[in-house]
């Protein structure tokens, strides 16, 4: 029998919110900057946990259990160095723990990225996937720890983020060989931020000495003040046109 993929034609599902008995409306018609609950922070838009949609979510859905129940300052601190440093369109990047995936939702807003979303918690896809919804776009998720990532996918893949990822102490030995299996892979760019955790500083030690990695301090400021490291790191070894 053939498949029905293959006979239909490409359909965008939408959801539909019932605002009244008579009215019902698309998700980014209802969730605006104006809304309750609802902040914009760098172009995006992001709900709260009061908001209705995340509650709906929270009653449906297990508990995050490795921390990806709230988006961290972190993932901000890497979209604020990407307003002033802005990255080539149409990459391929992965959001490493990407959690609510709002840092993933900013490359593909802005940089018309195609952004995978990496995690090692399920839970988190449906936050990530309402909010982009929310902003109008579309990341693909992948459920896996980082230790999983493939080599297939790190071939495809020009850009990897991630925003406070590496708290505890076995998150340093798997970023240190994901990153370096990365740049054997090809990719370009590499940024990671942090609060400035002593687990942080030896990997931004270890990829200092290994592969020229800058530490950066970054500072937000405004009504969300917040500061802490950005991790850079820049492939040694890619040539422009190599892959
Ligand atoms: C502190 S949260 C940060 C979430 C998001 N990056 C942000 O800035 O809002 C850490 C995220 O990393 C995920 N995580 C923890 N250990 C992981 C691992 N070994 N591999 C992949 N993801 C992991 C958690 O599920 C969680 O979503």
Redesign the pocket.
Known sequence: MRPLAGILPSVIWRRLIAVNDLEVITLPEYVTSASAHVRSRHGILMLNNRHRLIRDIQKNNPF?????H??????FMIMDYLENNPIAANQDIL??????G??GIFCAKHFAARVTG????EH?FPYLHTHAEVNNVTLATDH????QISEDQLLTSDMLV????C??D??VG?LQNLIQRALMSGVQKIIIADPGRQTFRRLADYCARHYGGELLPWRLEGKQRHSGYLLIIQNPWFVTGSR
């Open positions: 995050p259990g490795l921390h990806g709230q988006v961290w300052q972190s993932s959001d490493l723990g990407c959690g609510w709002l840092l990496i995690d090692a918690d988190v896996r720890r980082f230790d991630g925003g406070d990822i708290f505890w076995e998150m798997a």
